[in-house]
């Protein structure tokens, strides 16, 4: 099973200030047949259901706020939030559909200090 | 509107089955992979499988390989997930998630299943 492994766990951000959180893959991510990386992002809000942010290493879903980005290759990526609002609260969470299993990361709780 | 409406929650005794149902409401059941993630209180994402919605095929994580079976009723764009054998453990909140037509990501979720295991 791939094993994705994130940091850090728990990320107290001042609100306006950027945050930034990291996603290490046990094995490359990237599809040899078609050059996809298949690693996504997502968000789950207090009481809520995940909802995706980024697919596709750095693809911004439909409705997501350009303060939200993604970068990465192969085994690591990174999840940035440019400046935190009040509604990005939440546990944020990498999943990777490579392979099924399919896995997710422990998740990262972001909270407003 | 788009949307996977769950049935509503579960108390169940150990050893107990439960099965958990999903509507496809505004889209097509059978052009889909539909999955089953669950959330244990307080605890992270768990993939359980998944059912091809067009020809019920299925995919199980290994974990509950012979404990749960995934099913689809085309006729009522209804897809099921029936886990057995229920234990404590079992004790979480269950998403069916539809999978995005180019198996890139999870595009809609829904909005979760609370099955409570409890003597």
């Known amino acids: 099973d791939i094993v994705l492994t994130q940091s850090p766990l728990s990320l107290p951000v001042t609100p306006g200030e950027p945050a930034s959180i990291s996603c290490r893959s046990s094995q490359s991510l990237l599809h040899s047949s078609n050059g996809h990386t298949y690693l996504d992002w997502y968000l789950q809000k207090p009481g809520q259901s995940p909802q995706l942010l980024i697919y596709?290493?750095?693809n911004r879903a439909s409705g997501v706020p350009d303060r939200f980005s993604g970068s990465g290759s192969g085994t690591d990526f990174i999840l940035k939030i440019s400046r935190v609002e009040a509604e990005d609260v939440g546990i944020y969470y990498c999943?990777?559909?490579?392979?099924?299993?399919?896995?997710f990361g422990q998740g990262t709780r972001l909270e407003l200090k | 509107q788009v949307q996977m409406v769950q049935s509503g929650a579960e108390v169940k005794k150990p050893g107990a089955s439960v099965k958990v149902s999903c509507k496809a409401s505004g889209y097509s059941l059978t052009v889909h992979y539909i999955h089953w993630v669950r959330q244990a209180p307080g605890q992270g994402l768990e993939w359980m499988g998944w059912i091809n919605g067009n020809n019920g095929g299925t995919n199980y994580a290994q974990k509950f390989r012979g404990r749960v079976t995934m099913t689809r009723d085309t006729s009522i764009s209804t897809a099921y997930m029936e886990l057995t054998s229920l234990t404590s453990d079992d004790t979480a909140e269950y998403y069916c998630v539809r999978m995005s037509r180019d198996y890139y990501y999870f595009d809609l979720w829904g909005r979760g299943t609370l099955v409570s295991v409890s003597s």
């Open positions: 596709l290493v750095s």
């Open positions: 999943m990777q559909c490579l392979q099924t299993p399919i896995t």
